[in-house]
Each structure stands twice: as structure tokens, then as C-alpha cells.
């Protein structure tokens, strides 16, 4: 049976190989995903606007998973997701409008959701990026 993540869900695991960036305005919601994801083993990056991500994208390699509210003030992450080829984009929202708006290559995980949805998004992002 899988160890426990500490957060009430099994802990299966990715390899710590995997780069997942975390994009929301609100600090609690950023450090709870983010703890959240850490402890699944990934390796983690925190962003607070689009802006942000931006840079990074101007810098350095896109990262496998990006996990991205939908209601940022500079958002929405769609502007970064041209940049983002080959990475699993998930958008985050409380507002189920937004899916409507979303591209076929961007995958919708509803607010509030529970960390083990959170969790089995991830992992199985793992099999799409490490055959």
C-alpha cells in the first residue's frame, strides 16, 4: 500500500525529475498546491502572475505540468501556453465558464478540488512525459 502524502491521500509518486510550475494570485491556494505537489516528489516553482511565467519562458525550458488559476489579473495563462509546447496545461477555477473558453490542449481541474484529484492529475502526467 502507498505511504501516506501527509495530506490524506496516498503517495504514489512522480520522479523528481518532473517540473511542474504553479501559477496563482492567491497565497494560500499557491502554497497549499505547491506543498501539495512537492510532496508527490515533483520538482516545483511557484508564479503569481502570467507576467511571471513569461520570463521564466524567456529563460529557461517550459516545464512539464503547469497547473494555472484561470482569474488571474494578468492572466489568463493562455497567453503563455504557445510557449508551453509539450506541456500539460491544467487550469484551476471556481468558474465554470472558463471551461467553455478553453482550448482542446488545455485540461480543466474545477476549484475547489481535492488533493487527491490534484494528485492523480499529476502522476498521470508522468506516464505522457517519461514512457
Known sequence: MPADS???????GVSASMHVWIVDDDPAVLALVTAAVERFG???????????VLEALA????PDVCLA???IADGPILRAVPLMPGTRVVVMSGNPAAEVDLP????????????????????TAEPELHP
Not at 515533483?42 to 511571471?52: H, I, K, M, P
Not at 488533493?115 to 492523480?120: V, Y
Request: net charge negative; hydrophobic share 40%; charged share 30%.
Open 42 to 52: 515533483a520538482e516545483v516553482r511557484g508564479f503569481s502572475t502570467v507576467s511571471a
Open 104 to 123: 482542446e490542449n488545455v485540461e480543466w481541474l474545477p476549484k475547489p478540488f481535492r488533493l487527491g484529484d490534484l494528485s492523480r492529475l499529476v502522476e
Open 69 to 71: 488559476d484561470w482569474t
Open 59 to 62: 529563460l529557461e525550458s517550459p
Open 6 to 12: 501527509g495530506l490524506g491521500f496516498p503517495r504514489k
